[in-house]
């Protein structure tokens, strides 16, 4: 009978010892499969020895040969060299700062292996530190038969130890049959996982180094393929549970709609007439609504969220509506009871600060069913918290929220074993690798165009030496032209270790230089009713400038602020200037966004500013953060869940997609027992429980 790898326990490795099962416990290897997915990073060819005449500047190799001279001398540091000669030629192996003993096995004549990278050194070749082994003619050293694998960092674990365990490994699967989850003749060149991990772990000296590194292999393709494979398989099935719930239909709103739509001072753009009729679609069906609304900052979602909570409203039912933050909550409960207060709906509002006699009265609404459009944070969604008949979820700027606390909140809504409908609203635009696997149990619907009168918003890049510049236009614009400024900053309080403005400290310097400026100071430290005080001061256009730290960062919606200045932009990622920026430019006045920068400014800081200076188009800089810094770092790697892979990079191996999505697709459909073998191989039960999603 083939067995699953994951079975095969670690003491069955010969000669282990508890200690070091402890320790690989530790590092998160609890079985032989996990040993083996832990792939080496890189290899080395020490299968050869290299004549030192075909060395070359930058190659890795292995040269044997005789010590013809050694050499002791102070450059910066204390160096030690040793000249070895293979007969007709020699190169030098340089040590720094190492001990007498150290230098005492070398000794004339003797003989010395050595394996390191080839660099270009005072005299001739050199090699700096390589390993080495000092050898008698009659014990000359192994040459290896296959490419060195070189494992990534486990815990305290030397290279040999890793390489110790996984030949054991390796000799296990020789004897042992190994449960094959792909069934044969998926794609051109498959080959089973067992001989994958072979090569992976020791590839013959005849296979192509350079093809490995770039992961390019067959064998490390098997692998990433069926990680990528899992993962769809994963959704296939939750979208499958998705369409056979059941969820209220809710037929499309006529009077409430009307109503609202008459007090704006605006009408829709033709991309929210879009997307409000797909979401509206959606909504009039039984089977539970699962849509992503994009739109970049200022596009205008929260009327959409208004006009799909009316829709469930004027069919009786309950909506909430979760902010990811109290500031942001706050913000949505002035909008809403701005518009509903006036088409008679009642609100409630659940925040983390609610206590006592007022938080029994709000769940008390809730549970009753008095209150129809429900407010607030992540507190919405805690176990007191009774809904009297939910219908409609909407999430907004769903990208502080991982998969889990997605699939999380898909069963609290859960009633009598009908979900909820559910949109996710998110600003940051997911490129499309993404969205094809992380949300593709998601529809999508995208605003691709802003409101109209937006004067896009003029941004430079100034080095903060020139501060007090911006600190006179600043002055002027705010006191002679009655403009509103954000002064953003990375810190809080003042740091040593971090060369970073600080708000209370910039606040502080701007008071000073800036008398008849009304300045308001707002951080993340500060409670909600505080916070909430200055926003309204601001709003009210009682405060000219708002020293804040990145606590604005989503959803304030000031329309007459129209300066921005950003400390330390280096600091930040391209997504979050993008947001932060996406503050002002809301109204009809130009908006200048200053991006103050401490020099000197890395290469990838440099490439962030201008990306940023030519382009207000979310998606575009969405693309390049990709680009930049891989999906992980974009989605909040903690949060990601799914995206947290073992093997694949959904950057690098995304040409690999639409292959995988077929393969998918025929294996969900024909061989149920292994989509669920597959899945349970790749995607941690602890992580998500995808029975339950
Ligand atoms: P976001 O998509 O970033 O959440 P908001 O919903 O906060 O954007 O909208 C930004 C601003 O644009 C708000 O002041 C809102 O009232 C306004 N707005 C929304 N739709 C329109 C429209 N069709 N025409 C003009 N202004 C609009
Ligand atoms: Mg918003």
């Known amino acids: 009978m083939p067995v ?87 190169i030098v192996l340089r040590f720094l700062n190492v001990s007498d003993k150290f230098k005492n096995f070398f000794l004339k004549g003797k003989l010395v292996y050595a394996y390191g990278k080839v660099k270009q050194g005072y005299t001739g070749l050199e090699m700096v530190h390589p390993d ?20 990534p960092r486990l815990g305290n674990l030397k290279q040999t130890t890793l390489r110790n365990l996984t030949s054991k490994a390796l000799k296990i699967l020789k004897t042992t049959s190994v449960k094959e989850l792909l069934p044969v003749g998926l794609y051109d060149g498959q ?33 990433i393929l069926e990680e990528l494979l899992a993962q769809n398989l994963f959704i296939l099935k939750i979208r499958h549970k998705n369409k056979k719930a059941t969820a209220i239909s809710l037929t499309r709103s006529v009077f409430l709609k009307k109503n609202l739509l008459k007090q704006l001072p605006f009408s829709l753009t033709n991309a929210q007439i879009k997307v409000a009729k797909e979401i509206e679609d959606d909504l009039t069906k039984t089977q539970p609504m699962m849509r992503l609304l994009q739109g970049d900052v200022g596009s205008g979602k929260t009327l959409i969220a208004a006009l799909a909570a009316i829709q469930a409203i004027e069919n009786g039912y309950q909506v909430a509506f979760m902010a990811p933050t109290e500031l942001l909550a706050e913000q949505h409960i002035i909008t809403f009871c701005n518009w509903f ?5 009642k609100l409630s509002f659940l925040l983390g600060k609610l206590k006592g006699k007022s938080k029994i009265t709000e769940l008390t609404r809730i549970a009753n069913g008095e209150a129809k459009m429900i407010i607030g944070t992540q507190a919405l969604f805690q176990k007191h918290v009774k809904f009297y008949n939910l219908a409609l979820v909407i999430i907004d700027e769903q990208h502080r929220f991982g998969v889990h606390q997605r699939l999380e909140m ?30 593709a149990d998601l529809a999508i619907s995208i605003i691709d165009e802003l409101p109209p009168n937006r ?72 409670n909600s009713n505080e916070k909430q005080k200055i926003m309204n001061e601001f709003k009210d256009n009682k405060l000219h400038l708002l020293v804040s730290t990145t606590v604005i960062e989503v959803g304030v919606d000031i329309p007459n602020a129209s300066l921005m200045i950003i400390e330390n932009a280096e600091r930040l990622g391209l997504a979050q200037l993008h947001q932060l920026r996406g503050r002002i430019g809301r109204g009809k006045i130009a908006s200048y966004c200053v991006l103050l920068y401490h020099t000197p400014l890395s290469k990838i800081a440099k490439n962030r500013l201008s990306v940023l200076r030519n382009s207000n188009d979310g998606f575009f800089i969405a693309q390049k953060d990709l680009e930049m810094r891989g999906p992980g770092q974009i989605l909040g790697t903690k949060q990601t869940g799914l995206i947290d892979f073992k093997i694949a990079d959904l950057m690098r191996d995304q040409y690999l997609i639409p292959k995988i999505k077929k393969i998918s697709n025929y294996i969900y459909k024909n061989h149920p027992k292994n989509t669920t073998e597959i899945i349970n191989r790749w995607i941690s039960k602890n992580n998500v429980n995808y029975d339950k999603a």
């Open 341 to 345: 207060d006036r088409i008679n709906i």
């Open 4 to 90: 699953f790898l994951s079975d095969i326990h670690l003491s069955s490795l010969p000669q282990i010892t508890n200690k070091l099962i402890e320790e690989l416990t530790q590092q998160g290897i609890k079985n032989v499969q996990d040993l083996l997915f832990h792939l080496p990073l890189r290899y080395e060819d020490r299968t050869r020895i290299y004549p030192i005449a075909k060395l070359y500047i930058g190659l890795s190799a292995a040269v044997q040969g005789k010590i013809i001279h050694l050499d002791t001398f102070f450059y910066k540091q204390k160096i030690f060299t040793v000249t070895v000669s293979d007969g007709k030629n020699e």
């Open 191 to 223: 080959i089973t996982i067992t001989q994958a991990i072979h090569i992976i772990h020791r590839p013959s000296k005849y296979t192509n180094i350079s093809i490995l590194h770039k992961n390019k292999h067959p064998a490390k393709i098997r692998l």
């Open 132 to 151: 080495y082994k000092l050898f008698t003619p009659q014990r000359t050293p192994n040459i290896q038969h296959n490419l060195t694998p070189i494992y």
């Open 410 to 439: 898909r069963k609290k809504g859960l009633k009598y074993e009908i979900y909820p409908h559910k949109l996710i609203m998110t600003a940051t635009p997911i490129p499309r690798t993404l969205t094809m696997t992380i949300y």
């Open 455 to 526: 004067t896009p918003v003029q941004t430079v890049a100034i080095p903060s030496s020139k501060r007090s510049d911006i600190m006179k236009h600043i002055y002027k614009a705010c006191l002679n032209e009655e403009k509103q400024a954000y002064w953003i900053c990375t810190l809080i309080n003042d740091s040593k270790v971090l060369k970073a403005e600080s708000a209370i400290d910039i606040a502080n310097k701007l008071r000073k230089n800036l008398p008849n400026i009304k300045i308001g100071l707002l951080h993340g430290r500060m």
